[in-house]
């Protein structure tokens, strides 16, 4: 299941209602055939021994998490709290990848003492000298490749100034650390997400290799028995799934190519391309109210609590929407949110079938960083989530 249809969503939801598992407010429905389809595509595509972490940021609930560990995969964390939250779900230590930039003097011995095998990536040298020398962990150093890449300004970290990861403009005291001592066996890199161009992907993985191969080679004049082996290459891409020249099948022949003669073990960190198109939201229609006879306002359950990046940023993020068992656009509606401050509009002006009291509206491709940031302003109630 590539995305969900409204067919798909209305048969669903009809599901999940006679069973008695939705609300009569708002619903956040998530498909797990549809995550399966997804987790699937890593399998087929990226060489068998990768290790794919699914990002725990994007979507944390605790019911999806358990379902990708149960299939085998690892999980991505950008705090000690979705550490915990992989572990709970049961994914084994070598398939968590720690990734917080901040991390404290505790998280850092809860890891060597709780989370031992679990790949942490360093995000700059002042972490470094936090690590014991026994460190039970698998270390990774995140090194900034400077790729250009063409994506929102909010997402793009491979700026100069970006907070995660040491700049290769640093190289001589990169190659320092990782010559000095053989602690280090990953190599950490992540350019930026909602990318659809995956070229500077490709070219940062060839960067990073390179860097990767020079430093084995000075290992092994050393006499060191530990060498890089791992490349973290992040996420971020949202493969086009309709074309085989920017599809995730292509990708992954490039990347086999660049990485043949050096067959460095390789870990990925998605979580818009797992998660996004396997859900929908949708709340029934509270009020409707005709300020102006052109434009009526449409009040539902769901706002700027369950999509913050849509309505306190500025990117370019639109939901698909549709109404419950009605087709047309008979008449123009601003959709507004229940929170109580003027910003909190989801749509200004979108055609729709006549509304009323009692009919549904459904917001599609919601799966990506929209529940795991339910925002607590005006302390309502988190959405109801169905898992089916």
């Known amino acids: 299941m590539k995305s969900i249809s409204k067919s798909t969503a209305e048969k669903l939801y009809a599901a999940a209602k006679a069973k008695g598992l939705t609300s009569t407010k708002a619903d956040f429905v998530y498909s797990k055939e549809a995550l399966d389809y997804r987790l699937s595509l890593l ?52 398939k968590i990848v720690f990734d917080s930039p901040v991390k404290t003097r505790e998280e850092i011995k809860y890891c060597h003492e709780f989370v031992k095998g679990a790949l942490i990536n360093v995000n700059c040298f002042e972490e470094i000298e936090r690590y014991p020398a026994d460190f039970k962990g698998k270390l990774g ?11 929102d300004k909010n997402l793009n970290v491979s700026k100069l100034n970006s907070k995660f990861g040491i700049p290769i403009t ?7 650390v990782l010559t ?16 659809s161009d995956f070229a500077p992907n490709l070219k940062a993985f060839q960067v990073i290799t390179d860097l990767a191969s020079e430093v084995n080679a000075i290992r092994t004049k050393k006499g060191f028995k530990n060498k890089i082996d791992t490349i973290d290459i992040g996420g971020g891409i949202d493969f086009d799934l309709e074309s085989e020249t920017i599809g ?8 086999k190519e660049i990485n043949k003669n050096t067959d460095f073990k390789i870990v990925t960190e998605f979580g818009k391309f797992i998660h996004e198109k396997n ?59 229940p929170l109580c401050f003027a910003g909190d509009v989801l749509f200004e002006s979108v055609k729709l079938p006549f509304l009323e009291e009692g009919n549904q509206i459904i917001l599609f ?13 005006c302390s309502r109630e988190e959405v109801n989530f169905v898992f089916v």
């Not at 000095?180 to 990318?195: C, K, L, M, P």
């Not at 995730?248 to 990347?255: D, G, Q, Y």
């Open 43 to 94: 399998q087929d595509h990226f060489p068998q021994n990768t290790l794919h972490a699914i990002a725990i940021k994007t979507c944390s609930e605790p019911e999806v998490l358990k379902h990708i560990a149960s299939k085998g995969f690892g999980l991505e964390a950008a705090s000690i709290e979705e550490v915990k939250l992989a572990q709970i779900a049961g994914v084994p230590n070598n």
């Open 141 to 151: 150093l995140r090194i900034n490749p400077l790729i250009n890449v063409d994506t």
């Open 180 to 195: 000095e001592s053989n602690r280090f066996t990953a190599i950490h890199f992540h350019i930026g997400s909602g990318i």
């Open 279 to 337: 859900s929908f939201a949708i709340s029934t229609v509270e009020y409707i109210t005709k300020n102006t006879p052109e434009s009526h306002n449409a009040f539902i359950h769901i706002g700027a609590d369950l999509f913050l990046r849509k309505i306190y940023s500025q990117m370019d993020i639109n939901y698909p929407i549709s109404v419950l068992g009605k087709e047309g656009e008979d008449q123009t509606y601003r959709i507004v949110g």
């Open 365 to 377: 491709n919601t799966g990506a960083n929209t529940i795991s940031m339910w925002s607590r302003h």
């Open 170 to 176: 640093q190289k001589d005291q990169i190659f320092k």
């Open 248 to 255: 995730i099948k292509t990708f992954c022949t490039a990347l």
